[in-house]
């Protein structure tokens, strides 16, 4: 695609369900992050995939977030039972891995647990 | 220490002005560097990169760095009301691929 692509753009949840977000990075693009950002704060690294491998999960906040990617292409964040902490809008991006390594963000999704 | 400092600001310039905005960082071996904007509501689009020491000129953005300072400077000339907005600073700290942004610095162009 022409850029990476997040979804939903919005999701409300309850408390205790678990949640799906997903990413489509840049074609081509081989590495993808995952960040968070809560309300007023700065951009929290969650995890780095190469390929369909991901070599630095140290930003997962807890066992009840995990990630996947397949195909090289598209990445699912899970969080299970899900907490009101969680709430923030998660981001994905994707660059490639040689070069200067610019990385580009998808529009996010904006998590509310309620 | 964190990795990567941002004053939060607000900057006000007057519009036409010359915006500086700084980041330090604190690995001294990170190799690249990078500034993004970030309209409140919307994710960070990246603006400049750089990796070499010195100046790099992109319209009316210049990105600076110095690696023996630790530090890297956007500086926007000819600021528009347009460029209000948060402006990351990121660094790919050396022996990983991810990044670390800093809190970012708010920055008001007043017409």
């Known amino acids: 695609g022409a850029g990476v692509s997040q979804s939903p753009s919005n999701k409300v949840t309850e408390k205790g369900k678990d949640v799906e977000l997903r990413c489509d990075p840049i074609s081509g693009h081989t590495a993808l992050y995952w960040y968070r950002q809560s309300l007023g704060q700065g951009l929290e690294f969650l995890i780095y995939?190469?390929?369909?491998?991901?070599?630095?999960k140290s930003g997962l906040p807890s066992d009840r977030f995990s990630a996947e990617r397949t195909g090289g292409s598209v990445s699912t964040l899970t969080i299970q039972r899900t907490q009101q902490e969680d709430s923030a809008v998660y981001l994905c991006?994707?660059?490639?891995?040689?070069?200067?390594?610019?990385?580009?963000f998808g529009q996010g999704t904006r998590l509310t647990v309620v | 220490q964190k990795e990567v400092e941002q004053n939060s600001g607000p900057l006000s310039v007057p519009e036409g002005a010359i915006a500086s905005l700084n980041c330090t960082y604190s690995d001294r071996g990170s190799q690249s560097f990078f500034w993004y904007r970030q309209y409140s509501g919307k994710s960070p689009e990246l603006i400049m990169f750089?990796?070499?020491?010195g100046d790099k000129e992109d319209g009316r953005f210049t990105a600076q760095l110095n690696k023996a300072s630790q530090y890297v400077s956007l500086l926007i000339r000819d600021s528009q009301p347009s460029d209000s907005a948060t402006y990351l600073c990121a660094v790919n700290p050396s022996g990983t691929y991810k990044y670390i942004f800093g809190t970012g610095t708010r920055l008001k162009v007043l017409a």
């Open positions: 995939f190469q390929g369909n491998s991901a070599p630095d």
């Open positions: 991006a994707s660059s490639y891995t040689t070069g200067p390594r610019k990385a580009f």
């Open positions: 750089i990796y070499s020491n």
